[in-house]
């Protein structure tokens, strides 16, 4: 910080960081500065008072405030994704990401339905897994899996026997 140049004491990595923690306000943000502190209390006042420490907390405090639409972005992504038989692995894991990034959180009924409403291009599909039940989230990930794979296996079933021979 440019105003505590050249004031001893006030160069110190740690105080840099505790310094910039009290400019930091609101109900939003409040959670993340107290796990900083938590963090910085930890610290050895002389042994961890190096450069890092705080091109650390700048590292940390970039990840989690510089792309403020990130969230939303990730929203948009999640309710545009749908899944392209048979890459039910690609879904998932494009999906799980999204989810993760809009800050979903992963056993609710509405991150269950996003992942339904992907599926809208295959019903039968839809049809099939929602016949099995499906618990949480989890449960629905793997019980869309075992659905898919099997229709897979009916497809080359179906196109191996069609197939002309030699």
């Not at 930091?24 to 209390?41: F, S």
């Not at 948009?76 to 998932?92: M, V």
Request: aromatic share 12%.
């Amino acid at each position: 910080m440019m105003a505590n140049q050249g004031i001893l004491g006030f160069e110190s990595p740690i105080r840099c960081v505790a310094i910039a923690l009290t400019f930091i306000k609101g109900p939003q943000v409040d959670g993340w500065v107290e796990g900083i502190l938590e963090g910085l209390e930890q610290l050895h006042p002389i042994n961890d008072n190096i450069e890092y420490t705080y091109l650390n907390f700048l590292s940390r405090f970039k990840s989690q405030f510089a792309d403020s639409t990130k969230q939303e972005v990730a929203q948009a992504s999640l309710d545009r994704l749908t899944f392209h038989f048979p890459n039910i692995d690609q879904y998932i894991s494009n999906f799980k990401m999204l989810a993760r990034k809009a800050r979903y959180t992963i056993g609710s009924w509405e991150l269950m339905n996003m992942f339904l409403k992907g599926l809208h291009t295959f019903p039968h599909i839809i049809k099939r897994i929602i016949d099995k039940s499906p618990s949480n989230y989890y449960n629905l990930k793997e019980k869309t899996i075992l659905v898919v794979k099997n229709q897979q296996l009916l497809r080359a079933i179906k196109n191996s026997s069609t197939a002309m021979p030699f």
